[in-house]
């Protein structure tokens, strides 16, 4: 039953989100800006490249987390990239997954809410294992949080790297290991 | 585990379907057929009002396998049209999804494939249950096999009409009454 439900939900998020797309095109064919049209399309192109390109990494814990993230009411915008395509990865996708989930509810409480807030994920893989960056750029307003979450998350197999961490920047550098 | 696989694959193809009405608008617009476009696009937003109307009928079970109808690799093309919205329907859905499962198999053993084949189904509440209207247009090779499975339809508390069999049209009203 809560399959059936499912393909309901996740069909009424997309309808949504390719609306919204759908009357981006429409607003501006009525202006008569045809070369902005393009440009919209051309974007729409690349985006759901990336949703192809995600959902083939074989993650699937991590990928529905992501591929879901701005249907949940957070208090930012997730944006993502993948930068390397090919071989699936190996890697400990439950703890990414925990991770991510933790890390996203911690960012959520810690921002200034209503703001232009917005988080980027770049997947790299490896060799070795996989890069993930996580670049936020907004307001934060409560650090400490932040700091807590950070200082907690080194008992884990990955390894974090903080790149950047002021009030309107948070750059962490994740590599997980081959499992 | 299942449940996130489901929002991948549910989502790929939505977006398969969604890629597809873009390189629609995407063609005429290089073809400068700005006016088509338009069309196309009104076009989607009834389709998507109807695919709205579906999901909020509160007939999860039935909604999803007709939402999903597409993705299966029938030898038909499925429209749907639900004629009137407000409350939600108090039938047996179990019984109507199983039905229809067993129709939509059926067809599609029974049908020419690789032709125009097309089936559209009408939704509308009345007081007293549901009317489902079945109008199946194409070419229908095995008569025997449709006739046998609406013969074994009886049995259910759903009422039957058969309103035009035809090699070229099968057109069938469904009564399903208040559980």
Redesign the interface.
């Known amino acids: ?8 939900e ?3 998020h ?2 949504h989100d ?2 919204n797309k ?1 009357q981006l ?2 607003g501006n ?1 009525d202006l ?1 800006r ?1 070369e902005r ?2 440009e919209i ?1 051309e974007q ?2 690349i985006e ?1 490249q990336q ?2 390109k995600l ?1 083939n990494l074989k993650l ?2 991590f ?2 987390l992501v ?2 993230a701005n249907w949940d009411q957070h208090q930012f915008q997730l944006e993502y990239e993948v930068l390397d395509e090919g071989e699936s990865l190996s890697i400990n996708e439950s703890q990414l997954t925990y991770w991510t989930e933790s890390f996203f509810a911690c960012l959520n409480d810690s921002v200034e809410p209503f703001q232009d807030n917005h988080l980027s994920i770049s997947i790299e893989k490896l060799s070795n294992g996989a890069r993930f960056f996580f670049d936020f750029r907004g307001i934060i307003k409560k650090i400490k949080l932040i700091e807590q979450f950070l200082a907690g998350s080194n008992q884990t197999e990955m390894e974090l790297i903080i790149r950047q961490f002021s009030e309107n920047e948070l750059a962490l550098e994740v590599f997980m290991p081959m499992a």
Chains 1, 2 share one sequence.
């Open positions: 039953m809560e399959k059936e439900w499912d393909i309901i996740v069909l009424r997309s309808r390719w609306l759908i095109i429409k064919l008569n045809i049209v393009k399309i729409i192109v759901t949703e192809t959902s699937p814990q990928a529905s591929l879901r």
